[in-house]
């Protein structure tokens, strides 16, 4: 009797497995670890048929050199830094992700998070629960309205692409900075393009990011960026974490250079008790207290979109395992 295939979740879900159940039909057998940390999979995954890896952790050559029948890793997301997935490749390990399952649940979590910010219903929320201040409007002057605001974005992909279309409706001048989107995207959406970043920054109101973590985009938003942004701009964060040297934001609120910022993701996370960010944030002293919005890397989250993540995760096993061509291939592998 043939051994059943070895689906293994490193980590994130923790339930039952229904909905992955229903779709392997008995094909395989699955198990979700929740680990927290790579130290946690030791022991526990080497001998995984497929691994389906989510946010929570980082699987790194000490991992993947372990895996002994390991025929395919599933990135359960669009980022894809936190897999070394060019050395699974050259194990002859294909890793695949999911780039659209949630793109528009992030920009309705990132146009949410700016619409609070620039309409001052968070401000006005979190001073009045505090009692600072007058029961009145003039505790957020001066705003203005989002019409012929401009906002710059940071990554003109999928869900920049959503985020773009969200702010055009709301009458937002939309400029976008992409140095590897082709020419054009500009044209089909009526945007702007700018063509350096530091242009969008200093000509924008408020700036979203949604570019991927790499090597050149690592704190690419750091006390200098932040410093050639607009006087009493606004930061949203749906991207990746290590985006964004948070440690410059507390310093940006206290001076007036942002406004308001809006940060679902850090680099570190759940966060450090050292983390200089957050303890401004929790600080009532602080600008940050009333200024900024933090949330858990929650921005990708409703129940449709988890549940279509976690089915189109096992679909791509299904396809390796019926012989279908696998989609969003995110390394190559070599042949021998």
Same mark, same amino acid.
């Given at each position: 009797m043939n051994k059943k295939p070895k689906i293994i979740i490193t980590d994130f879900i923790n339930d039952n497995l229904e909905p992955e159940k229903v779709l392997l039909d008995g094909r395989a057998d699955i198990w979700a670890?929740?680990? @927290?940390?790579?130290?946690? #999979?030791?022991?526990?995954?080497?001998?995984?048929d497929v691994l389906i890896v989510y946010h929570c952790l980082r699987v790194s050559q000490a991992t993947i050199r372990q895996l002994k029948n390991c025929k395919l890793i599933?990135?359960?997301g669009v980022g894809i830094d936190n897999v070394d997935h060019p050395y699974a490749a050259s194990k002859g390990i294909p890793m695949v992700n999911i780039p659209d399952y949630g793109?528009?649940?992030?920009?309705?979590?990132?146009m949410s998070m700016l619409l609070s910010l620039m309409r001052g219903t968070h401000g006005l929320n979190s001073r009045l629960r505090a009692d600072i201040g007058p029961w009145s409007f003039t505790q957020v002057q001066p705003l203005h309205r989002l019409r012929g605001c401009k @906002?710059?974005?940071?990554? #003109?992909?999928?869900i920049g692409t959503a985020m773009a279309l969200r702010a055009k409706a709301f009458g937002m001048d939309v400029a976008f900075y992409d140095p590897y989107k082709a020419d054009g995207y500009e044209k089909a959406l009526g945007i702007h393009r700018e063509e350096n970043l530091v242009t969008l920054l200093s000509s924008s109101d408020a700036v979203s990011l949604h570019c991927p973590l790499t090597p050149e985009t690592q704190h690419l938003i750091n006390a200098n960026t932040l410093s050639l942004m607009k006087q009493g701009a606004y930061l949203i964060n749906t991207a990746r974490g290590a985006v964004v040297d948070t440690s410059a934001i507390p310093q940006a609120l206290e001076s007036g250079q942002l406004r308001g910022a809006g940060i679902d993701v850090l680099e570190n996370e759940p966060p450090g008790k050292d983390d200089m960010m957050i303890s401004a944030w929790k600080n009532p002293g602080h600008p940050a207290h009333h200024q900024l919005i933090v949330n858990p890397h929650a921005a990708f989250y409703s129940e449709e979109g988890l549940m279509e993540i976690r089915r189109r995760s096992i679909k791509a096993f299904l396809d390796v395992l019926e012989g279908k061509s696998l989609k969003n291939i995110v390394n190559s592998i070599e042949s021998p």
């Amino acid at each position: 009797m043939n051994k059943k295939p070895k689906i293994i979740i490193t980590d994130f879900i923790n339930d039952n497995l229904e909905p992955e159940k229903v779709l392997l039909d008995g094909r395989a057998d699955i198990w979700a670890l929740d680990a @927290l940390s790579e130290k946690e #999979l030791q022991g526990r995954v080497e001998d995984a048929d497929v691994l389906i890896v989510y946010h929570c952790l980082r699987v790194s050559q000490a991992t993947i050199r372990q895996l002994k029948n390991c025929k395919l890793i599933v990135r359960a997301g669009v980022g894809i830094d936190n897999v070394d997935h060019p050395y699974a490749a050259s194990k002859g390990i294909p890793m695949v992700n999911i780039p659209d399952y949630g793109s528009e649940d992030v920009a309705d979590s990132a146009m949410s998070m700016l619409l609070s910010l620039m309409r001052g219903t968070h401000g006005l929320n979190s001073r009045l629960r505090a009692d600072i201040g007058p029961w009145s409007f003039t505790q957020v002057q001066p705003l203005h309205r989002l019409r012929g605001c401009k @906002l710059g974005i940071v990554g #003109l992909g999928r869900i920049g692409t959503a985020m773009a279309l969200r702010a055009k409706a709301f009458g937002m001048d939309v400029a976008f900075y992409d140095p590897y989107k082709a020419d054009g995207y500009e044209k089909a959406l009526g945007i702007h393009r700018e063509e350096n970043l530091v242009t969008l920054l200093s000509s924008s109101d408020a700036v979203s990011l949604h570019c991927p973590l790499t090597p050149e985009t690592q704190h690419l938003i750091n006390a200098n960026t932040l410093s050639l942004m607009k006087q009493g701009a606004y930061l949203i964060n749906t991207a990746r974490g290590a985006v964004v040297d948070t440690s410059a934001i507390p310093q940006a609120l206290e001076s007036g250079q942002l406004r308001g910022a809006g940060i679902d993701v850090l680099e570190n996370e759940p966060p450090g008790k050292d983390d200089m960010m957050i303890s401004a944030w929790k600080n009532p002293g602080h600008p940050a207290h009333h200024q900024l919005i933090v949330n858990p890397h929650a921005a990708f989250y409703s129940e449709e979109g988890l549940m279509e993540i976690r089915r189109r995760s096992i679909k791509a096993f299904l396809d390796v395992l019926e012989g279908k061509s696998l989609k969003n291939i995110v390394n190559s592998i070599e042949s021998p």
